[in-house]
């Protein structure tokens, strides 16, 4: 029987699978995830780019237990807003996976202000219509 296992002593093989589903999941936006004890994994572009994988925000959300939203000070997704989530079992981490937060990267206001501004000039335009 085939099956996924994910414990503190998963292997990047492990995790493979379910980093390879989230990838693919959100638009196929990079995703990592390691276990507590072991180096994991690194998807991009649709494949598998390290079996060797470990970033300071896997390492922090398994030591405190706890989902980051944050950006890296250094390595490969410097300065790139991620969200990482700790896997639990039974209430303790095991492993963690990170993907890169597209909604961290937008700045709403912004955003809000170019619709509002856009709704004023399509009002305008419908009432002289």
Known sequence: MRQVCIHEDSTANDLAPLAVCVHNMFG???VTARSKNK???RV???KVISMDYTGPFLELS???NRVIHDRPPSGVYHGIPVV???IRIDGEPVA???VVDVTGSLDLKAL???YASL?????YELERL
Do not use: F, T, Y
């Open 28 to 30: 196929q936006l990079p």
């Open 39 to 41: 180096r994991g994994v």
């Open 44 to 46: 991009e572009g649709g």
């Open 62 to 64: 398994i030591a405190e």
């Open 84 to 86: 990482v989530s700790p």
């Open 96 to 98: 963690a996976i990170g």
């Open 112 to 114: 809000m202000d170019q």
């Open 119 to 123: 709704q004023k000039q399509i009002g």
